[in-house]
């Protein structure tokens, strides 16, 4: 079993910068990627940025330039530093990590964008 624990939401005005955390726990034994995803209130969960073990990244066209996902020094953190951010990135933040084909979520962090 695997959990993941996120942090640093919070309430933003527009163009402020926030850095979410996500620490795994317990069977990550092998991970083999993290990444973010968030939901906006009545829309579906989309991919914001993903991380591969390998250091491969990808990021949403909406987040290029603004966001970057990063590993920390211990294999099992994954962030995501915000800049720039804009009322549309407003959502529940959610981080995923894929370990041994199975993916796991975590509870979500709630980000506000707004003046």
């Known amino acids: 079993q695997v959990q993941l624990v996120e942090s640093g939401g919070g309430l933003v005005q527009p163009g402020g910068s926030l850095r979410l955390s996500c620490a795994a726990s317990?069977?990550?034994?092998?991970?083999?990627?993290m990444g973010w995803y968030r939901q906006a209130p009545g829309k579906q969960r989309e991919l914001v940025a993903t991380?591969?073990?390998?250091?491969?990244?990808n990021y949403a066209d909406s987040v290029k330039g603004r966001f970057t996902i990063s590993r920390g020094n211990a294999r099992n953190t994954v962030y995501l530093q915000m800049n720039s951010l804009k009322p549309e990135d407003t959502a529940v933040y959610y981080c995923?990590?894929?370990?041994?084909?199975?993916?796991?979520w975590g509870q979500g962090t709630q980000v506000t964008v707004s003046s």
């Open positions: 995923d990590v894929e370990v041994l084909g199975k993916t796991y």
């Open positions: 317990g069977s990550i034994f092998s991970i083999s990627g």
């Open positions: 991380r591969t073990s390998g250091g491969s990244v």
